[in-house]
Nanobody, 118 residues
Framework: QVQVVESGGGLVQAGGSLRLSCAAS????????MGWYRQAPGKEREFVAA???????HYADSVKGRFTISRDNAKNMVYLQMNSLKPEDTAFYFC????????????WGQGIQVTVSS
């Protein structure tokens, strides 16, 4: 079981920036597909961004051009740089680690709160 731990959340004003970090355990981190998801109160969890083992990235339309996902395989870390934050970005953010194609569900962290004030 991969352990996933998020950090870096908090309160920020609209237009500001935050960087979320995600640490994942395991000796083959460079082979993991990593993703960020978020869940706002009363809403379903939604996809935010992903970075595959190859380095390919994908983003939800709502965050394209504002958020950047990156990884540091030497440190077993994934980052989500969030710029030009909006109140609608307020949510609990979760990191997900998939070890390979058979690991459909992946391993989830406990999540971290991001609050954007208007």
């Amino acid at each position: 079981q991969v352990q996933v731990v998020e950090s870096g959340g908090g309160l920020v004003q609209a237009g500001g920036s935050l960087r979320l970090s995600c640490a994942a355990s395991g000796r083959t981190f460079s082979n993991y597909d990593m993703g960020w998801y978020r869940q706002a109160p009363g809403k379903e969890r939604e996809f935010v961004a992903a970075i595959h083992w190859s380095g390919t990235t994908h983003y939800a339309d709502s965050v394209k051009g504002r958020f950047t996902i990156s990884r540091d395989n030497a440190k077993n870390m994934v980052y989500l740089q969030m710029n030009s934050l909006k109140p609608e970005d307020t949510a609990f953010y979760f990191c997900n680690a998939r070890t390979d194609a058979a690991d459909v569900r992946g391993s989830w962290g406990q999540g971290i709160q991001v609050t954007v004030s208007s």
